[in-house]
């Protein structure tokens, strides 16, 4: 069964660094999500992604971050210069025609 | 803007109990309404869902009816498992907002031999 991955699975960085998580969704799926978890507290949307650009995006996906489809099959979310509180499980997911999201498995991000 | 409510956990509960979990929300249009289950150390999985009103959502014996005129999706299973133990997400999605998940809070719930 098709599924979405995400790598890395964990990622420790200092304050100030770029992050790069990396995303494949399903290879038939055209529509692309970013959420963030932080530990203990609820999930919350970043990002939406059609047709090659930035559908929605909510008030934490400030200018520090950044999504791109560099080729046909990796979605990626960029963190320019990281800070304490990116600290966080981030999720990829995907849909097709239907709107059921699938979700990877998470990239847990430690900024130190 | 649209929101979602559950009941706050953890909730814990001996093998074989009924179990209900409260979820209601707030929508401007007519949403798709999903409960997601996070295993620990996991990542998120689609339990149920259901998209239009009086819809009944199913799997692995949880049910949830879409119900517009108290606008709940409240998740039900009438004999849980110590395998349930999980935090229970209920989220909606309309098409407006780019099909974005508005999530609740979470809910913990322990399941004990």
């Known amino acids: 069964e098709p599924e979405v991955t995400q790598t890395p699975s964990h990622q420790v960085t200092q304050m100030g660094q770029e992050v790069i998580l990396r995303c494949v969704p399903i290879s038939n799926h055209l529509y692309f999500y970013w959420y963030r978890q932080i530990l203990g507290q609820k999930v919350e949307f970043l990002v939406s992604?059609?047709?090659?650009?930035?559908?929605?995006k909510s008030e934490i996906f400030d200018d520090q971050f950044s999504v791109e489809r560099p080729d046909g099959s990796n979605f990626t979310l960029k963190i320019r210069s990281t800070k304490l509180e990116d600290s966080a499980m981030y999720f990829c997911?995907?849909?097709?025609?239907?709107?059921?999201?699938?979700f990877g498995p998470g990239t847990r991000l430690l900024v130190l | 803007g649209d929101s979602v409510t559950q009941m706050e956990g953890p909730v814990t509960l001996s093998e074989e109990a009924c179990l209900t979990i409260?979820?209601?929300?707030?929508?401007?249009?007519?949403?798709?309404l999903f409960w997601y289950v996070q295993y620990p150390g996991e990542g998120l999985q689609l339990l149920l869902k259901a998209t239009k009103a009086d819809d009944k959502g199913s799997n692995k014996g949880f049910e949830a009816t879409y119900r517009k005129e108290t606008t709940s999706f409240h998740l039900e299973k009438g004999s849980v498992q110590v395998s349930d133990s999980a935090v229970y997400f209920c989220a909606l999605s309309e098409r407006d907002s780019n099909y974005q998940l508005i999530w609740g809070a979470g809910t913990k719930l322990i399941i004990k031999p």
């Open positions: 997911a995907s849909h097709g025609q239907g709107e059921t999201q699938y």
């Open positions: 409260n979820c209601t929300y707030t929508a401007t249009g007519y949403p798709s």
């Open positions: 992604f059609y047709n090659n650009e930035i559908s929605e």
